[in-house]
Every structure is written in C-alpha cells, then in structure tokens.
C-alpha cells in the first residue's frame, strides 16, 4: 500500500485555541506539585575570618522525601531516601563541612520560556 499525496500542496494546521482558565489551572498544579530545589555546598575553614564556600550539587527533593542529585560536575548522579542523605554524601576532608541550602518555594509560574527567564 502506497501513501497518496495531500491534494492540498500546502496544508494548513489548525490555530490551537488557549483556554486562558485551563492554562492558570495547569500553571498550579505546576506550583502544587514542584518539587523542591536545594544546593548542597561545602565550607573551609568555617567560623575563621579566611572561610570560603561553594556549590558541590543540585538537588530536588520530592513529596514523598526522596531527593535527586547531581553533582556540578555531572559525575555523581543519586537518588537518595532523603536530602540530608546528600549532605553525608559531599562530606569533605577535615575542616570542610557540607549543607543544604533550599530555594525558596516558587510564587509563580507561566506556560511562556520567555516569561520564565
């Protein structure tokens, strides 16, 4: 069976219609459901006049607890029963200290890239 070519050599494609309401509903349910984002970050010298500090990982933790990882390196990649998990994970040498920094919850969400940026 052979496929029969279009009569119409330049097809139109339908105008989606945007329903303004389902999209606001789709936007919080976005938000509802986030997960949320943290860093984990690694201190020297912590509590000295010289401390010094920076982002060793990404995460997200989920509604159930559970958190994914990865490394700013993209080396390690965790699935982890727990954020803090991550923290034990990136422990340093002596005298460097890992923590989780959380991002705020966010406000807002859009249906736009360029909005979002």
Request: aromatic share 6%.
């Amino acid at each position: 069976m052979t496929a029969t070519p279009s009569p119409n050599p330049h097809p139109v494609t339908p105008e989606l219609v945007v329903d303004q309401a389902f999209e606001q509903e789709l936007c919080e349910l976005v938000l509802d459901t986030a997960p949320r984002l943290f860093a984990v970050v690694q201190v020297s010298d912590e509590g000295l006049a010289d401390a010094d500090g920076w982002v060793v990982a990404w995460g997200f933790a989920n509604g159930d607890g559970s958190a994914h990882v990865i490394g700013i390196d993209g080396r390690a990649r965790l699935t982890l029963s727990s954020p803090d998990r991550a923290v034990r994970h990136f422990a340093g040498r002596p005298g460097i200290t890992s923590r989780l920094i959380w991002l705020a919850q966010p406000g807002a969400a859009t249906t736009s890239r360029a909005e979002a940026a």
